[in-house]
Each structure stands twice: as structure tokens, then as C-alpha cells.
């Protein structure tokens, strides 16, 4: 049973953009850790230049968070997926907007609401 769940969320993540949103946020997320890892074990200029370095890879991964944060899943599988990755996230790979969890959870209504709809359609005209 549990190869076919596998099989089943790999063709769900094959459907469902999500998946990829949810990979690139983790990718920017290790790339600013790791660049803030760098950046604290320097002095002088060259903590300049990596804290530059830091900076731009902070500003990606903020702007990603907001693409993150209004993703629409297309299946139920994406709606778990993001809610669970969302909920294990640390403050600083959130949005800096303090109301960013309403945008969240009325797009995660939304994209259930819509699952559900293309559910019954599905279902209505077999």
C-alpha cells in the first residue's frame, strides 16, 4: 500500500505547482543560512561583503515567501504538503507582514473549495 501512496503524491506533485514552490523555498532558505553561516565567522571587510551577500539571498527568500504563502494547490495532496511545510517554518522564512497567515489560510479555503468543486463536477458527470 505504501508504494502506491508514493505513487499517488508523485503524480499529484506531477500536477500540482505546489510541490515546486515548496522546493524553491526550501532551496532559498539553506542558501540564506548558509550565507549567514559564513557571514558570522567573518570580520572586517570581508563580513561586508558576505553580509551583502546575505542580503540578497534574504530579500529572495522574502519574496519568495510571499509567492509561497499564496500558492493555490490543485490537489488535496498539495493542500498537506503546504500546510505542512508552512507550519514548520522558522519566523525569519515567513513574510515580514504580520497578517501574512490570512492570505495563507483564505488561499488554502480557496483551493480546497475548488478541489471539492471539481470533485463533485468529476464525480456528477461519471
Known amino acids: 500500500m505504501s508504494s502506491q501512496i508514493s505513487t499517488q503524491s508523485a503524480a499529484a506533485a506531477d500536477r500540482d505547482l505546489t510541490f515546486l514552490v515548496i522546493e524553491r523555498h526550501r532551496e532559498l532558505s539553506a542558501h540564506y543560512d548558509a550565507a549567514l553561516s559564513v557571514s558570522a565567522k567573518l570580520d572586517g571587510p570581508e563580513f561586508h561583503a558576505a553580509e551583502e551577500i546575505s542580503s ?3 530579500h ?6 510571499n509567492v509561497l504563502i499564496r500558492s ?9 504538503a503546504l500546510t505542512r511545510y508552512v507550519g514548520s517554518l522558522r519566523e525569519w522564512e515567513l513574510p ?16 480546497i473549495d475548488g478541489i471539492a468543486m471539481a470533485q463533485r463536477l468529476a464525480r456528477d458527470g461519471d
Open 96 to 111: 515580514d507582514d504580520d497578517a501574512w497567515y490570512r492570505v495563507f489560510l483564505g488561499g488554502l479555503a480557496d483551493a
Open 72 to 80: 493555490t494547490p490543485t490537489t488535496i495532496a498539495g493542500v498537506i
Open 56 to 58: 540578497q539571498r534574504n
Open 60 to 65: 529572495a527568500l522574502a519574496e519568495h515567501a
